[in-house]
């Protein structure tokens, strides 16, 4: 696991996407920028937020600081433990990283990860798009449990919605 400091965060990132794909958003400033200032425009103090796709958790971490409360969904189980690092290092009290994938029924659904981070998908049907991106030979599956919406502690709390999925 390697360790990226960035705008007064510390974030953890699994040995396999740690690469220049990555890294030079970080280092250009860009890594999640728009994003971020959506946010900061339009989530107040009062707002108890769900967002779909953790990643890193570097939205979370800004979220911690301007809403009341985060619950942070991903569906990369590569990613749970250093979400969970993220969480504890920056002290993220009112945020809660959930490892699975959100839907309508309880059931297991594929998962695909590549060495490229946003390439992750539970949807994506064609797993040789990835092959002609450079990516296709890094190809792990998962079995992914999904999540009920009522599953959620405090879901009824949930006024904002916040989602950043790439992949499928």
């Not at 946010?39 to 911690?64: F, Q, R």
């Not at 981070?117 to 998962?142: E, F, H, P």
Request: glycine share 6%; with cysteine; hydrophobic share 35%.
């Amino acid at each position: 696991m390697k360790t990226i400091k960035y705008n007064n965060f510390t974030l953890h990132v699994p040995d396999r996407y740690y690469h220049s794909n990555l890294t030079q958003r970080f280092e250009k400033g860009t890594y999640e920028k728009e994003e971020i200032t959506i946010c900061k425009k339009y989530i107040t103090k009062e707002d108890n937020v769900l967002e779909l796709g953790s990643c890193l958790g570097y939205i979370a971490c800004n979220l911690s600081n301007i809403c009341n409360n985060v619950i942070s969904i991903e569906a990369n189980p590569e990613l749970k433990d250093s979400l969970e690092l993220t969480k504890q290092v920056n002290n993220l009290n009112n945020v809660e990283f959930i490892n699975g994938c959100l839907d309508v029924s309880k059931n297991e659904v594929d998962f695909q990860t590549y060495s490229n981070i946003v390439a992750g998908s539970a949807d994506r049907q064609d797993l040789q798009i990835n092959n002609v991106r450079g990516w296709g030979d890094t190809l792990k599956m998962y079995k992914v449990k999904t999540i009920l919406l009522e599953d959620i502690k405090n879901y009824n709390n949930i006024n904002v919605l916040v989602i950043d999925i790439e992949g499928g």
